[in-house]
């Protein structure tokens, strides 16, 4: 933890010493900076290898069709551009796909379901944090 801490919040050498819990002997403490000191380049520059670039949503659009009872076209397509910095080249990306109707109702139904969710979440978080500063 105290390696992945140093690394990935880009500890400052002045700062070493509060990622330490006071029960760790002052000695361990000066050992112990001296090899993250001595390591934190190698570190992060595996971290910079081991990072995956994931292509980041640039634009979307959202093309809602007819929806007849009867029909059997796609209602909906959505237009995605990506773009993916970590390419040498332009780096953008056009999607382009088509849903049908019990596709689309699925995965509306998914996201009201995560929001619903997520919305629990924060009240349960909100109602715990308001009992701590209450003294509860």
Sequence with gaps: ML?????????????IHKLFPTEVLPELQILLTLLLQKFQLEWRDDLLKDQVSLPRLKAM????????????????????????DAQSRSGELDVKFQLAQDTLETM?????????????????????????????
Aim: aromatic share 6%; hydrophobic share 35%.
């Design 3 to 15: 390696i992945r801490r140093f690394v990935y919040e880009n500890v400052s050498k002045d700062d």
């Design 108 to 136: 509306l139904s998914s996201m009201y379901s995560i929001r619903g969710q997520l919305s629990n979440m924060d009240e349960t978080s909100t109602r715990h944090l308001s009992q701590e500063t209450n003294g509860v």
């Design 61 to 84: 659009t959202w093309d809602m069709a007819n929806q007849d009872a009867e029909s059997v076209d796609p209602v909906a397509v959505i237009n995605l551009k990506l773009q993916n």
